[in-house]
């Protein structure tokens, strides 16, 4: 059971716009602290997608953005590509843990 | 370019012990944090803690209290983690990844984002 919840599946098709949202509480992105996503392709380890709610590391396309409202964030993907089949998880800090939390991740399958 | 270099594979038996280690080839150490995450099959990630270098000060995940180790040398620029007590449930990938912090008056620590992940390190338990 992971602190931060995520729908375990996603899919559209290639050029539409998915959404990944997460969902925390009053301990960690209800508390203000920042949610950072990552990206993990098949048989690989986890990149860093989007840091601090809405902020993209060089090299990663503006076609991926967040946001964050409240207890919740939101991954949102455009012009959706066959080679972004992958998980996606959300992560965040969590004050009554004391330490990082992720969301348990969404399968995105594109069509 | 600065990479995280993990030791390869590992095959324990339930109730031994396993030291997966995590070398920062470049960049600079003692400016970081340096976290595990493990991965089990078909599952997400789970933080089992970390360790800030310049401090030499380890932080762990409540589940993992008691039975993880997180050390770091310096001067080889590698982080450790061990594990004890294994059990069928600890099979699974062990990333490394490092991280900002942040640093509070009140002397707090915070891990920020993971922005540099090792390839991973596959533990199996197996009798």
């Known amino acids: 059971q992971s602190v931060l919840t995520q729908p375990p599946s996603v899919s559209g098709a290639p050029g539409q716009r998915v959404t990944i949202s997460c969902t925390g509480s009053?301990?960690?992105?209800?508390?203000?602290?920042?949610v950072h996503w990552y990206q993990q392709l098949p048989g690989t380890a986890p990149k860093l997608l989007i840091f601090g709610n809405n902020n993209r590391p060089s090299g990663v396309p503006d076609r991926f953005s967040g946001s964050k409202s409240g207890s919740s964030a939101s991954l949102a993907i455009t012009g959706l590509q066959a080679e972004d089949e992958a998980d996606f998880y959300c992560q965040s800090y969590d004050n009554s843990l004391s330490g990082p939390v992720f969301g348990g991740g969404a399968k995105l399958t594109v069509l | 370019q600065v990479q995280l270099v993990q030791s390869g594979a590992e095959v324990k038996r339930p109730e031994s012990s396993v030291k997966v280690s995590c070398r920062a080839s470049g960049g600079t150490f003692d400016k970081f944090a340096f976290s595990w995450v493990r991965q089990a099959p078909g599952q997400g990630l789970e933080w089992m803690g970390g360790i800030i270098p310049i401090f030499d000060l380890a932080h762990y995940a409540q589940n993992f209290q008691g039975r993880v180790t997180i050390t770091a040398d310096k001067f080889t620029r590698t982080a450790f983690m061990e594990l004890r007590s294994l059990r069928s449930d600890d099979t699974a990938v062990y990333y490394c990844?490092?991280?900002?912090?942040?640093?509070?008056?009140?002397?707090?620590?915070?891990?920020?984002?993971?922005?540099?992940w090792g390839r991973g390190t596959l533990v199996t338990v197996s009798s």
């Open positions: 009053s301990s960690n992105i209800g508390a203000g602290y920042d």
């Open positions: 990844a490092r991280s900002d912090y942040d640093h509070y008056a009140s002397g707090s620590l915070r891990y920020r984002y993971f922005d540099l």
